[in-house]
């Protein structure tokens, strides 16, 4: 068996969208960081925390933890910390595009985006990494809310992008190299009403299949078997402000995403996503 490609697995800490009565716990993210570390190279957190906050989470993470602060600094460790404010960052995509140039900068093959609360296992990890072709951009993980389409025949079944057949940052493993050729678009940050979600993703990659055709596939897959009650994430939520956020982003997801591929001037491009089933 192939030795399994470098991957950097990026995981936002923030409380924007939780209670602030709730105190932070920094247990789930260091969970989430035990869990990524048994199918990625070394991790990366983009934290944007109160100063006391931060200082939790460094005393609970593991002890080859490092805070990246030297520009041009290309040493690694299983797990890089990289604060982030609104000031230096704006929401969210120059944020995430700081991780695109850092695991470019590091040679990584792959980034993998994913939320603190999913809880995937290695062997679907590595299902992902396996069906990471040379033509393909980015594969995801499929969730409840996803609009999920599969053919009847078992084969990868196309289908046309919009924000709820895409994949989504909550799990998704993107191509350093094509990825870093455009970043995620500013469009997603500045294109975005109040209280709407943008939709990093899907502009990035109706862009790409416009610009590189033929060399840059998405990928969505749902697992099985999918039981009735599970909605993809593996976490249970308790944070109200949290649960109600979630709600309020899944239901701009197509609308944001046609306004951001809009906004880049490819209004009516057959931008296409394959949807997997896999056991």
């Not at 957190?45 to 006391?52: C, G, I, P, T």
């Not at 599969?150 to 190299?177: E, I």
Request: a negative charge; hydrophobic letters at 40%.
């Amino acid at each position: 068996m192939s030795a399994r490609p470098e991957i950097l697995t990026a995981i936002r800490v923030h409380k924007r969208q939780s209670d602030k009565g709730i105190p932070f716990d920094p247990s789930p993210v260091c969970r989430a960081v035990k869990r990524a570390l048994e199918y990625s190279t070394s991790v990366i957190l983009a934290v944007s925390l109160a100063e006391k906050d931060l200082a939790a989470l460094l005393t609970d993470l593991p002890p080859e933890t490092i805070l990246q602060t030297e520009e041009g600094a290309v040493d690694r460790a299983l797990v890089h910390v990289l604060p982030f404010t609104s000031a230096t960052y704006g929401r969210f995509v120059p944020a995430l595009n700081a991780i695109v140039a850092f695991a470019h900068a590091r040679e990584f093959r792959f980034v993998l985006f994913q939320s603190v609360e999913v809880d995937i296992g290695v062997e679907q990890a590595n299902k992902i990494v396996e069906l990471h072709q040379d033509d393909v951009l980015v594969v995801g993980k499929a969730f409840d809310a996803h609009e999920f389409c599969q053919s009847n025949s078992g084969q990868p079944n196309p289908v046309l992008l919009t924000g709820r057949t895409c994949p989504w940052n909550t799990f998704a493993m993107w191509d350093v190299g094509k990825l870093a050729r455009t970043g995620f678009l500013l469009t997603s940050e500045t294109n975005t009403p109040p209280h709407a979600s943008a939709i990093e993703e899907a502009p990035t990659i109706a862009l790409h299949q416009r610009l590189f055709p033929g060399r840059s596939r998405a990928l969505l897959v749902q697992f099985e078997p999918v039981e009735t009650n599970d909605d993809g994430w593996g976490t249970q939520w308790t944070d109200p402000a949290r649960i109600e956020w979630h709600a309020r982003k899944l239901a701009s997801k197509d609308t944001s995403a046609a306004s951001h591929i809009a906004n880049i001037g490819l209004v009516g491009s057959m931008t296409t996503v394959e949807h997997i089933r896999m056991s």
